[in-house]
T-cell receptor, first 112, second 113 residues
Framework: QKEVEQDPGPLSVPEGAIVSLNCTYS??????FMWYRQYSRKGPELLMY????GNKEDGRFTAQVDKSSKYISLFIRDSQPSDSATYLC????????????FGTGTRLTIIP | DAGVIQSPRHEVTEMGQEVTLRCKPI?????LFWYRQTMMRGLELLIY????????DSGMPEDRFSAKMPNASFSTLKIQPSEPRDSAVYFC???????????FGSGTRLTVV
């Protein structure tokens, strides 16, 4: 079993819809959590990070962490065609050690 | 800031040849990572350095792979001899230790035929 599980999709939604992306993890040592966005033939770029249970909001994006169930989510409101990309969740054990474990990524397409 | 710079962007080589991938991290960053991405296995950490010292190379698949960081502004990942199953996109990333924010380069797409 992988330490971080992520549904690979693909996921297609109409423009303007709310998108929900999810990951589960098994390692209790993970303390901080990130979402990366990767456009085709580009490197992953950091979208959001959080190191506690609860919600963190940034514009149209909300990251949610539930450490009790080892479940992390990313919500995208008012989705745009420019949001079409692969989204990867990542988990780390502490900020002094930036070794990240990634999910396999979910490919998202926003249909105009 | 130019970001993490990787070269070459694309590499096509024949099986058995030596391949060297290069990386220049963001100035001031003291952690450097090499990742490999494939459709089947996703993004896997191969090795990471702190202050130019290799800390964890447990992800390096076998002895054919080696990585060096001779100074704070340069790192190489070498595959010798290369095999078709090494075909993947190789990413270099860097961060400022303790800040937890890892920045990736654009990757090197390696094809071994």
């Amino acid at each position: 079993q992988k330490e971080v599980e992520q549904d690979p999709g693909p996921l297609s939604v109409p423009e303007g819809a709310i998108v929900s992306l999810n990951c589960t993890y098994s390692n209790s040592a993970f303390q901080y959590f990130m979402w990366y966005r990767q456009y085709s033939r580009k490197g992953p770029e950091l979208l959001m990070y959080t190191y506690s249970s609860g919600n963190k909001e940034d514009g149209r994006f909300t990251a949610q962490v539930d450490k009790s169930s080892k479940y992390i989510s990313l919500f995208i409101r008012d989705s745009q065609p420019s949001d079409s990309a692969t989204y990867l969740c990542a988990c780390g054990s502490n900020f002094g050690n930036e070794k990240l474990t990634f999910g396999t990524g979910t490919r998202l397409t926003i249909i105009p | 800031d130019a970001g993490v710079i990787q070269s070459p962007r694309h590499e096509v080589t024949e099986m058995g040849q030596e391949v060297t991938l290069r990386c220049k991290p963001i100035s001031g960053h003291n952690s450097l990572f090499w990742y490999r991405q494939t459709m089947m296995r996703g993004l896997e950490l191969l090795i990471y350095f702190n202050n130019n010292v290799p800390i964890d190379d447990s992800g390096m698949p076998e002895d054919r792979f080696s990585a060096k960081m001779p100074n704070a502004s340069f790192s190489t990942l070498k595959i010798q001899p290369s095999e078709p199953r090494d075909s993947a996109v190789y990413f270099c990333a860097s961060s400022l230790r303790g800040k937890g924010l890892v920045t990736f380069g654009s990757g090197t797409r390696l094809t071994v035929v």
